[in-house]
């Protein structure tokens, strides 16, 4: 099996509309990332929210699902607290694959076993440089479909 993993340096920027979402405690972390991201040349939807007044995750897990459905863009990024409730509300839409990944070795897997769609992270579990690495290794993984590609497949009829 080949597994590969994004190399040292700049993302591939190839595809590179990025969808972000997160709720109140997900802003911070959703602004570092967003940075860096556009730094290395993504444009970024930004689906909010912006500021530190409580929101509710799920109303941005619904935000996420209707921009790749809508094809403004082909992957995104959601951010709550645990990673845990956005991931939920995200993967209620039936063309998300929401993965919530701690590290990027997750995020690669994530990518190149199950064609995740959506990376969801936690930013009180997880650090930025963990987050960035997740970040990197979510955008810069093919899906290597193969054996994989039926199972993936069998998602849809779920």
């Given at each position: 099996m080949s597994e590969r993993s994004a190399s040292a340096g700049e993302i591939d920027v190839s595809n590179s509309v990025v969808a972000m979402a997160c709720d109140h405690a997900g802003v911070e972390l959703k602004e570092i990332l967003k940075a860096e991201l556009e730094?290395?040349?993504?444009s970024?939807?930004?689906?909010?929210?912006?500021?530190?007044?409580p929101v509710d995750y799920p109303d941005f897990g619904r935000a996420m699902a209707d921009a790749l459905r809508e094809g403004r863009a082909a992957?995104?990024?959601?951010i709550c607290g645990s990673g845990i409730g956005i991931s939920i509300a995200a993967n209620?839409?039936?063309?998300?694959r929401a993965a919530l990944c701690v590290d990027g070795?997750?995020?690669?897997?994530?990518?190149l076993h199950n064609?995740?769609?959506v990376l969801a992270l936690g930013s009180r579990v997880t650090g930025v440089e963990a987050a960035k690495d997740c970040v990197k290794q979510?955008?810069?993984?093919?899906?290597?479909?193969?054996r994989h590609a039926g199972r993936v497949a069998k998602l849809s009829t779920m």
């Open positions: 730094k290395s040349g993504h970024i939807i930004d689906l909010g929210t912006t500021g530190p007044d992957r995104g990024i959601v209620r839409h039936a063309h998300v070795t997750m995020a690669r897997l994530a990518r064609d995740a769609n979510f955008l810069a993984t093919p899906f290597e479909g193969g």
